[in-house]
């Protein structure tokens, strides 16, 4: 059973990690990433 | 014999005259009957908005006759015939024979290229959500109420609809665009579309190709056609379309897939898909569209089992996805491709929720690890905040009237932490802000 001081800690970290522009700068990056497609694809017709 | 001109009453197996032999149609009817169905009313001259809207846009103006009325097919799991049904109707008490109502397929005037009738707008009804064969998964779809009406009775079917690609005004990516269309119409009252007028908007941006007959839309006329409705569009690409990298996801883009896929289709948001499929023998690929409708949840984070509104197989059709891969399997492989990849997914989204899923993940990835150390599971979930608090009206949680009287956006992004037992506290991202943001209250539940 965790205790509820355990709970309190996980939503200040969530907290914290959004104050912190080294991890915001980490998902940026990673979120473009993800995101990027070639121009070539989209160009290709859905033909079937 | 049948004294009614406008309909008939049948079995499944009497159907084919009328619905074809098409592998929608061929779906359709071992589908209908998988969900029990016995009975088939039909009725012959029905009115359907998105054929008439193509009638009058395309077909009214070709040289040859096409009819402007179609046949609409209902499916029920009682056992009646037209006396029961004619007796029911005079004595207003048609419920008590028709047993369930599975729902409706229309099937157009149309011919496909192999001279078999199109399927049009089809709403049947979804598999159940829990699993017979493996208890500790359920399928999750996405689906709204629709109500039918029926010689003055209503009856409701909870559904995605779906319907074929009618080549001549639209291919595999109008018939997703139509899909996603109707999902978006019940969520965010944007404009209904015909086929015809999605592939004439889409192609609003043009290509090199012909407008009509179409011969397929690409992804820039996807995202043309959703904007033009007023919607935004979140996307993820697991793995580019080129023959060198369409079977190569990284990691990381595995990992957000199984998130995305999870978030939106419980937020009942269908997510449009780029396939591409290859034949053992060539060295290049074929694009499709699909739409994903559902998917099955099991006891881990990973998605093994989608359910696809493919407009070239059917509604809801079962689709395995290979752990740790791109690769899908389902019709498609039986019919001469030896792969069907998914490489990028789109969900049409209301403009308002404008936290990038991407960054919600990223800041969910890194939380869900500090969770998994201290023996606590995370989720991730996009919410409409009425449909949030009507869930928390149900939940045990700390100071429930302040949580319930508190302001919240429109959309929320919700961080829920739990173990196999209960549940712990939600964690509220704003998802109307346009990077990741920590709104309060942070929702406890009762131990």
């Not at chain 2, 898909?273 to 006891?299: C, P, Q, W």
């Amino acid at each position: 059973m965790k205790t509820k001081g355990e709970t309190h800690q996980l939503e200040d970290i969530a907290k914290s990690l959004l104050d912190d522009p080294e991890f915001i700068k980490d998902v940026e990056k990673s979120s473009r990433k993800l995101t990027e497609l070639s121009v070539e694809d989209l160009l290709k017709p859905f033909t079937l | 014999m049948n004294g009614y001109p406008f309909f008939r009453i049948c079995r499944p197996d009497e159907l084919e005259p009328v619905i074809g032999n098409s592998v929608q149609a061929q779906y359709i009817l071992k589908y209908v009957k998988d969900l029990s169905c016995k009975t088939c009313l039909q009725e012959k001259e029905y009115i359907d908005r998105d054929y008439m809207i193509d009638y009058a846009d395309f077909y009214s103006r070709s040289f040859q006759e096409f009819k402007r009325k179609v046949n609409r097919i209902h499916f029920f799991t009682g056992e009646f015939d037209e006396d029961d049904f004619s007796r029911a109707l005079i004595d207003n008490d048609l419920k008590s024979i028709c047993g369930d109502y599975i729902g409706f397929t229309v099937v157009k005037p149309i011919e496909n290229s192999l001279r078999q009738p199109t399927i049009g707008r089809t709403l049947l009804s979804t598999y159940s959500c829990n699993n017979d064969r493996d208890h500790n998964s359920r399928r999750i779809f996405t689906r709204y109420q629709y109500p039918v009406h029926i010689f003055g009775n209503e009856f409701t079917v909870e559904t995605l609809p779906f319907q074929s690609q009618d080549t001549a005004v639209g291919a595999c990516a109008t018939a997703s665009l139509w899909i996603s269309c109707n999902a978006m119409n019940k969520l965010f009252d944007t404009e209904l579309c015909s086929p015809y007028e999605i592939t004439e908007r889409s192609l609003t941006y043009p290509s090199i190709s012909r407008k009509f007959p179409s011969t397929g839309l690409d992804p820039y006329q996807v995202f043309n056609f959703l904007w033009s409705q007023g919607l935004d569009t979140e996307v993820l690409v697991l793995a580019n379309m080129n023959i060198h990298e369409y079977d190569k996801p990284s990691k990381q883009s595995l990992q957000a897939a199984y998130l995305f896929i999870r978030a939106f289709i419980r937020a009942n948001i269908p997510i449009i898909t780029a396939l591409s499929l290859k034949r053992e023998d060539e060295e290049s690929l074929d694009y499709h569209a699909a739409v994903i409708s559902g998917f099955t949840e099991g006891n881990t984070d990973a998605v093994s089992k989608l359910y696809f509104h493919d407009d070239q197989i059917g509604p809801f059709c079962g689709t395995e996805w290979t752990h740790n891969t791109n690769r899908l399997s389902n019709e498609w492989v039986s019919r001469g491709w030896d792969s069907l990849n998914m490489n990028i997914l789109i969900a049409p989204i209301y403009h308002k929720l404008r936290l990038p899923i991407l960054e919600a993940i990223g800041h969910f990835n890194k939380m869900k690890s500090i969770a998994v150390e201290r023996g606590i599971q995370a989720d991730l979930l996009i919410y409409n905040s009425n449909d949030y608090k009507a869930e928390l009206l149900e939940q045990d949680i700390v100071d429930k009237p302040r949580v319930l009287m508190s302001n919240l956006p429109r959309f929320i992004i919700v961080e829920r932490f739990f173990t196999e037992h209960r549940l712990f506290k939600d964690v509220l991202l704003d998802g109307t802000h346009p990077f990741p943001s920590i709104i309060e209250p942070v929702v406890e539940y009762n131990q």
